[in-house]
T-cell receptor, first 111, second 114 residues
């Protein structure tokens, strides 16, 4: 059974204070690791898809990396508008059972 | 380009009733997936449809069902509602079934069972 664990559950940072969010996973045959951002009252917003160990993707202040067991979402010099819940999900094998999500990291950036 | 549209946004139902939720995917997207989000369990996969056929199903009781129409629009139905069915129900659309294609989520339907 696929499992995704995100840490920390919550993180409070000062504006400009860089940090990383962790996503550990166990899956039989990774077919994609996804990062989403979710704001209160809204659906998840797609950020990145990573497929193989060593892959990295960047978007503005965010950078996602992938190893064989975990993924990191690095946030550089965050701004208050980066405050949100960040979700990690995996899809395995032939795509059965949809995406398996972690519980998310609730990130608060204080001005 | 219009996003994924879910209706209604909010719904209050009584225990024992049934409910139907609707999802219109992004134009050209043929795959629609449904997820349940609760504070305790997070996002959990319900089912996925592609070209009007259910391709995958999560670990939910048979009270949860769905269908997809020829225009890719999808509906999910929950019969004999229970208090524990209160949740945000999210629909996601994708161009194809492979994870090569990203999944775009709608804003969800907030269902409250009283």
């Amino acid at each position: 059974e696929d499992q995704v664990t995100q840490s920390p559950e919550a993180l409070r940072l000062q504006e400009g204070e860089s940090s990383s969010l962790n996503c550990s996973y166990t899956v039989s045959g990774l077919r994609g690791l996804f990062w989403y951002r979710q704001d209160p009252g809204k659906g998840p917003e797609f950020l990145f898809t990573l497929y193989s160990a060593g892959e990295e993707k960047e978007k503005e202040r965010l950078k996602a990396t992938l190893t064989k067991k975990e993924s990191f979402l690095h946030i550089t010099a965050p701004k208050p508008e980066d405050s949100a819940t960040y979700l990690c999900a995996v899809r395995s094998g032939g795509g059965a059972d949809g995406l398996t999500f972690g519980k998310g990291t609730h990130l608060i950036i204080q001005p | 380009k219009a996003g994924v549209t879910q209706t209604p946004r909010y719904l209050i139902k009584t225990r024992g009733q049934q409910v139907t939720l609707s999802c219109s995917p992004i134009s050209g997207h043929r795959s629609v997936s449904w997820y349940q989000q609760t504070p305790g369990q997070g996002l959990q996969f319900l089912f996925e449809y592609f070209s009007e056929t259910q391709r995958n199903k999560g670990n939910f009781p048979g009270r949860f069902s769905g269908r997809q129409f020829s225009n890719s629009r999808s509906e999910m139905n929950v019969s004999t509602l229970e208090l524990g069915d209160s949740a945000l129900y999210l629909c996601a659309s994708s161009y194809g079934q492979s994870s090569t294609y990203g999944y775009t989520f709608g804003s969800g339907t907030r269902l409250t069972v009283v």
